[in-house]
């Protein structure tokens, strides 16, 4: 039997008609890779639900690796989430109309957890492929930071050996074409962002030691 690695992108939110989270992970759905093989599952932006869907993917496939993956419009590079933190806090309401305030997502949960996925080796592989890459110390407040701090809530609890973490992606050249001045990437360099990403992850099980941070 193939170990699996589950890959999940968000449904379109905010005025948008599509997300390229989804449409980057799902061309991935089905691909081998060694003994290892591609589950992509498609998420609802909104608070709660989405994290069912996630749960019930990571209960039903018992993944060894989750990469969540989420449109970031504005970021001009694929964002490699270092840190999850238990607060919804939603500068725009979710695909139900619903903007949760200053709510724990999990209520007496550490304040983070730190990603699982080798993101300082991720980061360098993607630039030496030509890729724009970097570590983020924010995934937000929004949806894509409550799934995965739920995403590693769960993984704790369980004590597995699953691996995950979360990277934002920017906006697709259509969608930057009606934001002027906002950066983006070709769908076909996300894809292979994340194929480079899954590679990564399966090399590294301990990440290599590179500054990637922030004086502010
Ligand atoms: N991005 C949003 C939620 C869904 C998505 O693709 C976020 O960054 O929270």
């Known amino acids: 039997m193939k170990k699996i690695i589950l890959l999940t992108g968000f449904e379109p939110f905010n005025k948008e008609t599509i997300n390229p989270s989804w449409e980057a992970v799902r061309q991935l759905d089905g691909w081998h890779e060694g003994e290892f093989v591609v589950h992509a599952r498609q998420l609802p932006c909104v608070f709660g639900r989405a994290l069912k869907v996630v749960h019930q993917a990571v209960e039903e496939l018992q993944p060894s690796i989750v990469i969540a993956v ?3 419009g504005g970021r001009v590079d694929m964002s490699i989430e270092r840190v999850a933190i238990n607060v919804d806090d939603a500068p725009i309401p979710d695909n139900q109309q619903r903007q949760l305030v200053d709510q724990p997502i999990v209520n007496g949960g550490p304040a983070a957890y730190f990603s699982t996925l080798p993101i300082k080796a991720i980061v360098h592989e993607l630039r030496e492929a030509g890729l724009p890459a970097s570590v983020s110390q924010t995934a937000g ?3 894509c930071n409550h799934v995965f ?3 590693m809530h769960q993984a704790h609890e369980w004590g ?3 691996r995950a973490g979360f990277i934002h992606i920017p906006y ?3 969608q930057a074409a009606a934001h002027p001045g906002t ?3 070709k769908l076909e360099d996300v894809v292979e962002g994340l194929r480079i990403a ?3 992850t399966l090399a590294h099980t301990v990440d290599v030691r590179e500054a990637g941070g922030l004086t502010h």
Do not use: D, E
Request: glycine share 10%; net charge positive.
């Open 172 to 174: 697709l050249p259509q």
């Open 183 to 185: 950066a983006s990437m």
């Open 70 to 72: 989420g449109q970031a």
């Open 141 to 143: 407040t929004f949806v």
């Open 198 to 200: 899954v590679r990564t």
């Open 160 to 162: 597995t050996t699953m």
């Open 149 to 151: 701090y739920g995403l």
